[in-house]
């Protein structure tokens, strides 16, 4: 497996990066990258695509899904810990479906956003397209949302990496105690990093975990 798209990305978009303070900005918003706060910022591709603007507090499809991934993981109107990364991924699941990646290009034709264009994740959400990338986003950006509330102590990271077959994306959550989960809604993948390994259709491994 290759891990090395966030690397491609910053060399082909090296005159368009501005550092502050040791992070990297587009247009105003921080990128995100592997282990780094997502919702606020973009995300950039190793090639020319659409830049993912991620922003609960812009934008409101977000905080709606927010809102019914904590009645799903309620029990007696209390939000359960341990139900939180279940009902993310199920409310993600259920908004985004949709898994045609040709819904994905005309959504982007409809809008003529290519090269690097700037344009929200609501977008795909309301419209059910998307592909591993934006299903990836939503579910760290609710992650983060229920941590800001203090619901979860963990973080979730955007992981992203290739292989012959092509690239992937998914959400990766590292609970307080070191446990890692894995959410893929792209692949319908849910659980821990160690069943992956026997039970999921990628390899969510980071390098340094083989």
Not at 54 to 75: C, G
Not at 133 to 152: N, P, Q, T
Request: one cysteine or more; aromatic letters at 10%.
């Amino acid at each position: 497996m290759n891990w090395d798209k966030t690397i491609r990305m910053e060399e082909r978009l090296n005159d368009k990066i501005e550092t502050v303070n040791g992070v990297d900005y587009y247009q105003g918003r921080h990128i995100i990258k592997r282990d780094t706060e997502i919702d606020g910022g973009v995300c950039l591709g190793e090639g020319e695509r659409e830049a993912i603007v991620v922003d609960s507090q812009k934008y409101p499809k977000l905080r709606q899904l927010y809102e019914k991934a904590k009645q799903k993981a309620s029990v007696d109107n209390k939000v359960q810990r341990d139900r939180v990364l279940k009902a993310v991924y199920d409310i993600v699941l259920d908004a985004m479906p949709n898994k045609d990646y040709n819904k994905t290009v005309q959504l982007l034709d409809k809008y003529k956003i290519w090269n690097d264009g700037k344009i929200t994740l609501d977008i795909f959400i309301n419209e059910d397209a998307g592909v591993c990338r934006h299903k990836a986003l939503a579910c760290g950006a609710l992650i983060e949302l229920f941590k800001k509330d203090g619901y979860v102590r963990g973080k979730p990271s955007i992981d992203r990496n290739s292989s012959v077959i092509g690239g992937h994306a998914w959400c990766r959550y590292t609970s307080f105690n070191g446990d890692v989960q894995i959410l893929d809604v792209m692949q319908e993948y849910f659980g821990s990093l160690e069943d992956s390994i026997k039970n999921a259709k990628w390899d969510y491994r980071r390098p340094e975990e083989k």
